[in-house]
């Protein structure tokens, strides 16, 4: 049967080792889609993947500091840690054959890994997924969706240093989109005087 053309989009706040989910009703909810007349037998045209992650950081930066917030960083690490879980919410999306999976499946580990890995206090993740929409709008319409949920706007205006993003493609035309969100450890300076 056809998939599910409503786009979940879900969202987790993990701070230091302890997770903590919003009860937002706009967690599962309806987002922007246009039928862009893919019939379901054939292959869809491939996503310039890196691009629209490109655009969801701009995106994001633009809405920090419309709200007077700081720009956060890029870091490769992250962006490599967002595309991995991407590609398995794909994956899981591709077996399943009836629905999108939008999940933070394995979050506490990943938390934890990025965590020690960048030496950060701070943790933060959004997922969301589109389907059946044309390229030049998904970076949009994805960040739109995340910024009109309470718990999704938490992690974008949050405290926070850097920010990854990660976009893979599924086998239906959809667009699956991972941003984590990290706050380092400030370390004093060297030249810093103690009391």
Request: aromatic content about 8%.
């Amino acid at each position: 049967m056809y998939i599910n053309l409503l786009s979940k989009i879900l969202s987790v706040c993990l701070v230091g080792f302890s997770a903590s989910c919003s009860n937002d009703q706009n967690i599962y909810r309806k987002v922007y889609t246009a039928d862009i007349g893919i019939q379901h037998h054939e292959k869809p045209p491939a996503f310039n993947t890196k691009e629209i992650a490109r655009k969801i950081h701009k995106l994001t930066n633009d809405y920090r500091h419309k709200q007077g917030l700081h720009a956060l960083g890029a870091s490769s690490y992250l962006d490599s840690a967002s595309l991995k879980h991407s590609y398995y919410m794909r994956d899981q999306s591709n077996k399943n054959k009836t629905r999108l999976v939008i999940s933070h499946d394995n979050g506490q580990s990943r938390a934890t890994k990025v965590m020690i890995d960048t030496s950060s206090i701070r943790y933060g993740e959004n997922v969301g997924a589109l389907h059946r929409i044309r390229e030049d709008h998904i970076a949009e319409k994805i960040v739109e969706g995340w910024i009109e949920s309470k718990a999704h706007l938490k992690n974008i205006i949050g405290d926070y240093d850097e920010l990854g993003v990660g976009v893979s493609q599924g086998n239906d035309y959809e667009a699956l989109a991972t941003q984590i969100f990290i706050k380092k450890r400030a370390y004093p300076s060297k030249y810093q005087r103690f009391p």
